[in-house]
Each structure stands twice: as C-alpha cells, then as structure tokens.
T-cell receptor, first 113, second 111 residues
Framework: GESVGLHLPTLSVQEGDNSIINCAYS??????FIWYKQESGKGPQFIID?????DKRQGQRVTVLLNKTVKHLSLQIAATQPGDSAVYFC????????????FGGGTRLMVKP | DAGVIQSPRHEVTEMGQEVTLRCKPI?????LFWYRQTMMRGLELLIY????????DSGMPEDRFSAKMPNASFSTLKIQPSEPRDSAVYFC?????????FGPGTRLTVT
C-alpha cells in the first residue's frame, strides 16, 4: 500500500558533522511534507515543512530537499550537535486526505561527542 | 501559549478498567488529532476532528475506543474496557492547517 518509509532506522554521526536523513514516499499526489523531531519522553516537535511546488527550504541549521521525480525527501542538519539526538519522522499530506498526515517509521539519529 | 495540554501524563490501570485521556488543544486551532504510538506500529492516527466534528475515525481500533470533542477547547479519548494491548503512548495534536502541534503524550500501561 502507499506509505511513507525511511531507508535508515539508525544514523550515527560525529558531533560537528552534517547529517542527512532520508525518506521515500509513494503517493505522487502528496502536496505537503513535514519533518518532526521526537526526543525521548516527549511529543513530536515541528522542524520544517515544504510544499510540493518547492524543491528546497532552509531553516536554522536544517534544510529539507524534495525530489518529486524520485519521490524522495531528505532532512539535512548542519553541524550536528548532541542535542540533535532524537528520532526524526517525515510525514506527508496526500492531497485528498483533508488535513491528515501519514507518518513514516522514523530514523534514530545518534550524535557521538 | 502553553501548547497542547494532555492529562494525565502517566496512567497505570488494570485490564477491564475504563480509561479516559484528556486533551486541551491550542486556542484557535480548528483540527484535533488523536494518535497512538508503539514500538511495533509506530505513530498511528486514531481519529481527528474539525470544528469539534469527527471527520475520520477509521483508525480507531475497535468499539472499545471512543472519542469526543464537546467544545473547541477539550477532547477525550476513552477506552472501555481496557486491555494490555492498549498499552502505548497516546498523543493529541492540534492544527490550524497542515502543521500539527503535538502534546507531551499520555503513557498508558494496562496490566
């Protein structure tokens, strides 16, 4: 069935390095994508979002890239810090699903000091 | 703004008991969502409301689960009777549009 999925369940990076978290989606009608960060014991927190009419969007130390040709979404974190250690989820709105979001399985980012 | 508020933060109950989880959305948000998160199944949408009206409850596991939103500032998720397999973290989220704001969750343990 259609779903949002992640390639890497766990990503380990060195502090100061850049991190790239990937996400694949299968619904070409999806028109909105969003990344969340979830720290242990907390609810998901919004990081950045992007609409399908854009290829790239930048925030503070984070960049989201959208490749509609291959249905791929990525989150780049610059100069990764220990506080970035968390589980990251991508989610999509499928265009005909009201305001519902479909979440991927998540990627755990571990930052080594 | 205090964000989405959920209570209780932790709930331990025995199988067969009724459990009620509570949520106060962010003021002005028209949408409210209830999710369940487990290691096995990840984050699952149970039900969502728009302007206090249930729009999609296809994710509600079975008739033991029910949700209400009597007004714009309050929603409940009830499980009756509860079972051990209901053990999970339950999140409430609200949104004015696509971007959803999550509460801290309620960790439910059914023994």
């Amino acid at each position: 069935g259609e779903s949002v999925g992640l390639h890497l369940p766990t990503l380990s990076v060195q502090e100061g390095d850049n991190s790239i978290i990937n996400c694949a989606y299968s619904n070409s009608a999806s028109d909105y994508f969003i990344w969340y960060k979830q720290e242990s014991g907390k609810g998901p927190q919004f990081i950045i979002d992007i609409r399908s009419n854009m290829d790239k969007r930048q925030g503070q130390r984070v960049t989201v890239l959208l490749n509609k040709t291959v249905k791929h979404l990525s989150l780049q974190i610059a100069a990764t810090q220990p506080g970035d250690s968390a589980v990251y989820f991508c989610a999509e709105n499928k265009g005909n699903a009201g305001n519902m979001l479909t979440f991927g399985g998540g990627t755990r980012l571990m930052v080594k000091p | 703004d205090a964000g989405v508020i959920q209570s209780p933060r932790h709930e331990v109950t025995e199988m067969g008991q009724e459990v009620t989880l509570r949520c106060k959305p962010i003021s002005g948000h028209d949408y409210l969502f209830w999710y369940r998160q487990t290691m096995m199944r990840g984050l699952e949408l149970l039900i969502y409301f728009n302007n206090n009206v249930p729009i999609d409850d296809s994710g509600m596991p079975e008739d033991r689960f029910s949700a209400k939103m009597p007004n714009a500032s309050f929603s409940t998720l009830k499980i009756q009777p509860s079972e051990p397999r209901d053990s999970a973290v339950y999140f409430c989220a609200s949104s004015p549009g696509f971007k959803q704001y999550f509460g801290p969750g309620t960790r439910l343990t059914v023994t």
